[in-house]
Nanobody
Framework: EVQLVESGGDLVQAGGSLRLSCTGSGFTFDDAAIGWFRQAPGKGREGVSCLRISDGSTHYVDSVKGRFTISSDNAKNSVYLQMNSLKPEDTAVYFC???????????????????????RGKGTLVAVSS
């Protein structure tokens, strides 16, 4: 059974930092693409950042470039999202998602980061106060 478990959400002041963690199980981590998505109250889902585990390629939505960094620890089957210079508009439930076919030649990371991925976790709340 594929499982994705997030942690690290919290209440933080604007300008602060948080590090989210996503740990996966039930699949071959090295073959996957993992992404962080968010959904703010009353808004649709947004792809924030995605990572292809096999080659380390990344994708970021424009609004977080230069502030957020996605990384992985393959030995721990984990992907992290370091979020710096947080803004109130970053407030959302953040969840990680996975495509188990991330290594496939026809897997377009940027497209999947916008469209969504096949499996997702339950999410963790990030609240940024002004």
């Amino acid at each position: 059974e594929v499982q994705l478990v997030e942690s690290g959400g919290d209440l933080v002041q604007a300008g602060g930092s948080l590090r989210l963690s996503c740990t996966g199980s039930g699949f071959t981590f090295d073959d996957a693409a993992i992404g962080w998505f968010r959904q703010a109250p009353g808004k649709g889902r947004e792809g924030v950042s995605c990572l292809r585990i096999s080659d380390g390629s990344t994708h970021y939505v424009d609004s977080v470039k230069g502030r957020f960094t996605i990384s992985s620890d393959n030995a721990k089957n984990s992907v992290y999202l370091q979020m710096n210079s947080l803004k109130p508009e970053d407030t959302a439930v953040y969840f990680c998602a996975a495509d188990l076919w991330g290594r496939a030649s026809d897997h377009a990371l940027g497209f999947r980061c916008n469209f969504g991925m096949d499996y997702r976790g339950k999410g963790t709340l990030v609240a940024v106060s002004s």
